[in-house]
Each structure stands twice: as structure tokens, then as C-alpha cells.
């Protein structure tokens, strides 16, 4: 059983609980520990001993058409009931149960005796209202003690530790604290440190949880209970809750009424907190007197999933259990908790592939009972089987320990409601469309990847999608690792419970899911607040295939887009629209109202950009070099996609016009299953990328490639305008470059000019950062051509000690920025000394790591690794033998 709590029963007058039950004692009061396995099980025995004719149950009486539910064969816990405002379905509470909950307990015994089972604590919709009226910020929320399991928030009432609320000081022992100022009393706390021990739940365990229920009279422990929290009732009042008033006083009134019904043959479970005050006198007239006037708000209930995982959370919806998968084995192992506990941790860590016998199960256990000895207790707890696993099984480790922790000691358990439980619209239609996709909710977080040319996998991709639009995160997308083709998708899913609250939400929207996010589509496209958000919507309108969303969406952002001067908000809109027009081909669904906007917000961006780009400092310059490379790669996407022609459907590529360090930079390959695909974002130069026709080839429309030519010549005038910050005119000069437009010689001039002594430094260097900075690619340049690291190298050694210091932090962001392996070859090059470089593949011998020539032998050694990887069978031994160097040089680099 379980102490304190902030829950309780109604009123009652008549004798205390004693050991035998005699005629005219009263109700009998039950105060328990909430989510304790000690109590439930308390409980249980207390029931079958007195078999009671009601029994009644803190909690919110509106879910009293709910108990039967309970009884089904899909109810499994944990769940929780749930309680939103009909008209703010965001304002919501719950009460989880757990199968260790004595609430719960109650709940089944009473439904396996055919015993009425009533709710008796203050109703939800006064809960919910009060919560609204202290302004909370639209949730009623969730305690966070075990002991008590009723909302309660507000701007008076503190987050409180896993058992209550703790006063200090010499103000504790008032009853009436400051409005607005939680002052709560830890009731295992107290009781804990009176007892000499400095951490309550091991002083839990001691006396209850490794009590057990099969010696003395089952009634005991609720009588010795009720004697401490009455000591501790006069002592600190409520705790610091005034609420705890008037919820006392209508629990009080419903055991009234219900001894008028039953006579004194009625049960109550309630938080022990409570108990002395539902003991104490008190008249009907004053009761009503605390209830009046209460705010009140129309409510919905329903049973929800809950996980073990929330149970142990202190804040939000959590209960505040530490070890909620500890308390469901004691609860639910019928003998030898400690052996049976080891056994599942000893199964877990094999599965993890770490070794595990059943000596290390032995040794665990005597070194467990061994510590419990010494410390002084009845039976090993947690902690020492805990202390027990980590020498014995994890070898002193806390990484393996930690797996423990979060599988076995909180758990990934997910309850499950019947179909029978009431819920939203929506919400049935997301249950139904789960069960059709095979899509299952699951606690524990794992990774879900989708084929977007298979059915159900697109089916699923589009149901995650509108499911995010909705405002219901269940799944978040994720960087695919096995295809990086645009027909993938990677999602990272887990449903976590108030995920049943954004549901109820969404559901204003719409009576199914389709509906919903078309109507919130629209909603969001009306509400934007900038050009930039109009078109991610529209993405992920696409995404979420919404047809009948889109034309809303799209006559919006023409109309945005025709009104905003703004370069950088074009800028910044410009490559989610482009990103947009892939999905034609990949999920079938129409762009072409996308490609005439894209093309449009694209001139507009070529005519604003030079003017926007002139008298910029530091920051602002930077933000606008990211606009650039956003819309040189948004240009090169947009002129691939124009001619779909040349790509089976589901691809998407550039050739030529892309970023070399940016997101828009493609590398053209197979996927996993043979078919040709894009390779976006792999900080390669764009001539690298050779498959099919090139952007400025005969497959890509004359309009589309006026459209390139235009932004050539925009980034010709910005790599030539003297009032264009340093970091842009570098970066055009080497977009210019990376496209094949500029020739290295002309751009070894432009570099020199720029690195001439009559340029300011701090120039200089911003001008090499946006030349070769953004990543490996720049580096790769310097190292293949000598000329411009030589550049560099001869302006950095001329810089003046007194500018030195002001152009270092501006060179070390640039080379920090490139891979290891680039900055050794660099270092390497720049050590040897000018009129010493040669190319990096065959500078001259004795620096390590270069050869003044091909090594034959070395490139020998890899020839059976290329024959296996090539496929190629003996006869072409001597093919492979007999290449020349060059070939051979080819092979083995």
C-alpha cells in the first residue's frame, strides 16, 4: 500500500480501520501509495476480506460509464483516462493506471465480483475550468505524485518530487500559506526521515514492498497509515493545496451518498493523504458551502494508451515513478522477485550480444542478497540488485547498465484500449487506417523505412506527412542510410500518449485525416506569416498529396510573391518550391502550376540580387552567400526538372548546376535495386555529375535555359562588382568555376587581384572563405591546383603582423571546415615550400605519404581485390597484369 497523495474519498463519519471489520465501523478506507505494487496488492486482500458492496475510486466520477470497459479482452495497461474541454480539446488531463495501480486493482476487482465500481473524486469539468481560470496556458495537466493522481496545476502549484509536495522551514507547519505559493509536504519523506532513512523509497521498500500480504491482519497496514498521515495532517494542513479542500469535501459527499445506498458496506481507495480528513466530521451544509460557485466547462473522457516510460517522468503528463517496469515485475512475479529479475536482465544482455551465463545469474543473486545483509535489509531492492548487475554482468560498465535502466527498470511497455472506447472522429479514422497500413503504435522509438514506389510504403509516407501538417508528431523524418534516392524516406517513429491530445485537437479540422489536413492546409496558407512559409506549405502539401489543398495554397503564394520586394524572403522561398516539383514524378502527384511560380520568383531574384548585395556587413554578407548557393542550386534542380524526358519516373538529378559544397550538389548512381538515381547534397563539384544530358544540352527546354544563362550572367556581375561584399564575389567566382564558365586561369587572375597587397586583408580573407570554404570541396581545389594554393600561401605569409590578428579567425572557420585528411595534404604541400609543389598524387619523394613515382608493388597488391570486387574470373588475369601504369594507376586510386 501507499502513503500520502493528493487524492481522496468522500466524507464519513464512524469508527477507524481495524484489524476485523465490525458491524457499524463505517466505510472502509483504503489509503494507498498510487502506481505502489505494495498497495495494489494491500488492496486486493483487503477487498476479498471485507468484499464490500460498492467500492469507489478516486477519480473524475464522469468516467464511471468508462469501469466496464476495463473488463475487455484488448484493455491492457497501461492506459489513462483522458478529459478534454469539448471546446478546447488542448485543455486536457489524465489519469494513468498502471497493473500495479491500486486504482486499478480496485477497478478489477469490483468488475470480477460484479460489484458497482464509482468514481467520487471532484469532476473533470470543474477540473479542467479551474486549470483555464489560473491560466495555465491551456492544459490542466497531470500530477506528478504517485501518491495522488488527480490534475492539478496553476501558477500556485510547483512541479513536486515523486511523492508530493515539501514545506520548510518553520512557515510548513501553517495552514494557510501565501496565495499563489505551493509549500507541499513529501509525505514519504517525513515519514522516511523519521524513520533514519535519507532516501524514501528505500524506506518504502522495507516496509511495504517487501512486506507481502500473506501474514497478520490484512487491514493493519491501512490503520498504521492512516495514524501517520493524520499526524502529519495536523501538523502541515493541506500541504499547501487549498484545492485539497474541496476535494475532500465532495468525496466526503459521495460517501454519504453512497451509504445511504449501501449502508456502511462501502470501500474507498484513496490517496492516504486524504484519509484523515474523509475520517474527519463534517456537515453536509459546509461541504457544499467549499463546492459552490465552482467554474465548470462541458468535458469529454476516454481510455488512452499510457506508457511506462510517462509513469516515470516528474513533470507534464509523468506520474513520477522512478523504476515503473521495477514495480510491474514485483507486482506481477508470483515468488523469487530477485532470481526472476536477474533472469530478465541476464536475457536482455545476451540479446545485446554480450555474454551472459547462468553462473553470472547466481552470482548476481548471492552478491544482491549479500548487500541486502549488510545494509541492513529484509530483501535486496532495486539498488542492490541494480549494484549487483553492474559488477557481475556489466563487468563495472554503466553503458550496459544504462540499456538496463531503459528496458527493464522503466520500460518501453504500451497499453492498448478496446475499439469500444469512445474517441473522435478522427481518431477512429487514423485507428482504421493503421490497422490497414499494418502501421502499428509502438512505445519504443525505432526506424521505419519507406519505398515511395511501393503502395503502402507511399500510403504510409503520405499519412506521416499529413499527420506532421496536423500537428501530430508521431513520426519525424530522418536521414536515410541505406539510398539517398529521392523514391526513399526514413522516418523515426513513436507515439507517445498526449499524442491522443493533439489528435483530439486536430480533430476540428475534420472528420478524417485526409479532410483534416486539407482544411488545416488552408488554414496555415491564409495565417502565413511570410513568403518562405507559403512555400514550405506547399511542399508539404505535395508531400502529404493534399490536390484539393493545393490551389489555395498556390494562389497564395503567387500572391506573396507578387507583393514581397524582399530578395532575401524571395531567395529564401525559392529552393523549397523548386525541391517541390521532384514529387511530380516521384509521388505522381501534378506541378505545373509550381514551375511557372518557381520561374518567376527566380527572375525576380535575378534582377533584386546585385542591388541587395552591395554595402553588407559581416553577418548580413554571410546570410546572403547562403541565398546564393540556394539559388544556384535551385536553378540547376529547376532546369533538370524541365525535362522529365530524360529520367525514369521517381528521379530526380542536376547536371552541371550545382552548388559544390551546397545542399543542391548531385551525383548521378544506382540505387539498391538497380535503377538510376539522384544523389543529392555530396559536396561535390557539379561537373562531376555525368549522367544523362547536361542542363545546358539540347533535353532542357529553350526557356528554362535562358533562365541558367541568366543567372550565369547575375553571378558574373556579382563576382566582378567592387561594392559586393568579399565572401559573395569569392563564392561566384567559384559557382562560375564549378560550372565549367570561368577558366582556371581566369579565375588564378581574380584571385590575384583580390590577394594583391592593395587590398584590405580582412577583404582578402572574406574572399577566400567564400572561395574554397563551405566544406571539403574548396580544399580538394587548393590541393589539385597549385596555383592558387600558392595564392594563398604567398598572401598569408605577406599579411602584416598588425592585420594578422584580424583576418585569423576568419581563415581558421574556413580551413576548420574541411576534412582531416584535406588539411594534412594541405599542410604537406604548404611545408614542401613554393617551386617545390607538384600535383598531390606525385609530389616529390621523402615527405610521407608521397611518392616521387607510381609504386608498382603497392598497386600490384590490389589487383585481387579489384578482380573480386570487378567480378572478373582468371582469364582476365592477364589482362590486369599487363596494364600500363596509367591504367594501373587508375585502378589503385
Known sequence: MDAGGESGSGGVTGGGVHGSREAGAGPLLLGVRHHGPGSARSVRAALDAARPRVVLIEGPPEADALIPLAAEEDMRPPVALLAHAVDEPGRSAFWPLAEFSPEWVAIRWALDHEVPARFIDLPATHTLAWGRDEGDGGQAGRPDDPVGEIPETGPSEAPSDAHGTVPSGEDAVDDEPPPHVAVRVDPLGVLAEAAGYDDPERWWEDVVEHRGTGRGDVFEPFTVLEEAMGVLRETYGTGGHDRDRVREAYMRLQIRAAQREFGDDVAVVCGAWHVPELRRKSTVAADKALLKGLPKVKADMTWVPWTYRRLSRHSGYGAGIDSPGWYGHLFGAPDRPVERWLTKVAGLLRDEDRIVSPAHVIEAVRLAETLAAMRGRPLPGLSETTDAVRAVMCEGSDVPLALVHDRLVVGDVLGEVPQAAPAVPLQRDLDRIQRRLRLRPEALERELELDLRKENDAERSRLLHRLRLLGVAWGEPAASRGSTGTFRETWRLRWEPELSVRVAEAGVWGTTVLAAATAKAEADAVSASGLADVTALAERCLLAELPDALPTVMQILADRAALDADVGHLAQALPALVRSLRYGDVRGTGTGALTEVAAGLAERVFVGLPPACAALDAEAAEEMRRHVDAVHGSVGLLAEVASPAQHPPGISGQQGGGDANGPSATVTGKDDQGAATAVPGQGLPAATAVSGPDDRGDATSPAHRGLRGRWLAVLKVLSLRDTVPGVIRGR??????????????????????????????????????????????????????????????????????????????LLRRTFSAYEPGVRRTLGELVRRGRGQRGSAAGAGAGIPGFGADLDGDRADAVLPVMRLLLGLDDDHDDDLASADDNDLAGVAG
Do not use: C, K, Q, Y
Open 732 to 809: 561566384a567566382v567559384r559557382l562560375l568555376l564549378d560550372d565549367g564558365e570561368l577558366a582556371h586561369d581566369e579565375a588564378a587572375r581574380l584571385m590575384g587581384l583580390v590577394l594583391s597587397p592593395g587590398t584590405a586583408p580582412g577583404d582578402a580573407a572574406a574572399w577566400i572563405e567564400g572561395f574554397v570554404g563551405g566544406g571539403s570541396g574548396g580544399g580538394m581545389l587548393l590541393v589539385h591546383d597549385e596555383r592558387l594554393l600558392g595564392l594563398v600561401d604567398a598572401w598569408l605569409t605577406g599579411v602584416p603582423a598588425e592585420a594578422f590578428t584580424d583576418v585569423l579567425p
